[in-house]
């Protein structure tokens, strides 16, 4: 049987409240990493630029619960490589639920200033901590100078002798806010009603086991006590035979709509999990809207297929072949179509008319909403592939 420690590591990333850490390049934060998480995690070297790309560690941290640490590299890096290692800094801030701004004794805070503004800016709930207090002559008069010049009261630690860490941490739940939805499925399904999944397990589908969107829709459920059914495509008939009254609620993949549509039952509710998706890790009403935008398209526009995660693609991929295939029959051949995967993700967008992204069941919330918010900043509308597959088909959730 599993133990506790490696059941909860197995939980998503994206589920974890995603904490990063910034700082100058040796001022402790691989240090700072490695006293929150109880372990040596990230190479701890007194030679500046020991970290190069962002570090991830799952942890839990109490009383916050699930979390991710990123460390990151010192944002003062210079040179040809330090300025790749900067931009890997700067992709980290779309995806940070909160920031721990790390500093040590320095003469001036001038550059740890201009990154608290930044993290203001995002929005993006933030703590600065002094680091290295057991080297300070009068660590007082440090946390005032830190304080005139920054604006914020830093909380001072010792990573390497493990001092202050309560503090910090206490500083941190201080911060901590959650704006995600309590419930996947929301108000379509309550105690008692019978929800049916219809999961189709083909290529695509890891083998042996679910993808991320169920697994997560039906523990949503069981938490509601409702009963769930599950089948897929082709065993959906049986399903709903087999059921002595029609079930309130049939959750979809989105690639199948057209034949579950057929099949659903006058009364029952339909969505897919990537419309469910859409609200949980994202802005629904947003991503809504930027469905009619296929019906602005041209022969000449040109879309953005945005991945979450870098899976190798088979056939009759979702988002490479079926999605681009159905808008080029219904707009024209002449469509084009970018692909981008993992966290690579255009800065500039204007160039599309049109963005479909994935459910981002890999990405936190705040990432998502990013790429939303990029969208709009641009005046790009910007969709998700449920969605986009549904005003496809015609079918109004």
Known sequence: MENATSAFNAAPQSVRRHIAIFGRRNVGKSSLLNALAGQQIAIVSPEAGTTTDPVNRAIELHPMGPCLLIDTAGFDDEGAVGTLRNQRTERVLDQADMALLVTDAVSDYTLESEWLQRLREREIPTVVVLNKCDVLTNAIQEVKRVEAQMGMLPVLVSSTEGKGLDGLRDAMT????????????????SSGDTVLLVMPQDRQAPKGRLILPQVQTIRDLLDKECTVVCCTTDGLKRSLDALREPPRLIITDSQVFPRVRELTPAGTKLTSFSVLMAGVKGDLQVLSHGAHAIDTLTPSSKVLIA?????????????????????????????QFDICAGKDFPADLTKYDLVIHCGACMFNRRMMLSRIDRAQQQGVPITNYGLALAHLHGINL
């Not at 704006?179 to 929301?186: E, L, Q, R, V």
């Open 174 to 189: 201080r911060l901590v806010t959650d704006d995600t939805p309590a419930s996947i499925t929301g108000s379509l399904a």
């Open 307 to 335: 991945e979450a995660c870098t899976h190798a693609p088979l056939s009759e991929d979702i988002g490479r072949e079926q999605i681009p295939r159905i808008i080029r029959q219904r707009v024209g051949e002449g469509v």
